[in-house]
């Protein structure tokens, strides 16, 4: 016998929010079903947010960028979004390993931050954020 449907909805939306990390990636992203969030600049947002910088020193030296991307591949909402590099989505080689199907909900807000965090200018297309060196 398998539960109502409810009840599956509700205990998947329990499970979203005990997650800290997908907490934090629901309020900063948005599904786009062909949009894609390079890696390092999750990983550069996720550095600068303050989720990150309320951390103890201890929690932010175990939380780097390789445990980062360990908790998006476990996570059973993000798991199947995440692509390795040279990976291909909507028939398109990644360039860097991405999370597939988001995109940023406010990305002049994202920018802005990159900007101030790599001291760099910040390209904005469609899909992606590209960083180059500052002038």
């Known amino acids: 016998m398998k539960p109502p449907k409810e009840v599956i909805e509700c205990a998947n939306e329990y499970l979203k929010y005990s997650d800290d990390f997908y907490g934090w990636f629901c309020d900063k992203t948005t599904k786009e079903k062909h949009s894609t969030i390079p890696f390092k600049s999750l990983w550069n947002v996720f550095?600068?947010?303050?989720?990150?910088?309320?951390?103890?020193?201890?929690?932010?030296?175990?939380?780097?960028?390789?445990?980062?991307?360990?908790?998006?591949?476990?996570?059973?909402?993000?798991?199947?979004?995440?692509?390795?590099?040279?990976?291909?989505?909507?028939?398109?080689?990644?360039?860097?390993?991405?999370?597939?199907?988001?995109?940023?909900?406010?990305?002049?807000?994202?920018m802005m931050m990159m900007v101030i965090l790599m001291g760099s200018v910040v390209i904005y297309n469609q899909y992606t954020f590209r960083y180059a060196n500052s002038i």
């Open 47 to 110: 550095n600068c947010s303050e989720f990150y910088q309320n951390m103890t020193k201890a929690q932010k030296r175990k939380f780097n960028q390789k445990h980062l991307k360990c908790i998006v591949q476990e996570n059973m909402f993000l798991k199947n979004h995440f692509k390795e590099k040279s990976k291909y989505f909507n028939g398109i080689q990644l360039s860097s390993a991405s999370i597939v199907g988001y995109k940023y909900k406010n990305v002049m807000m994202m």
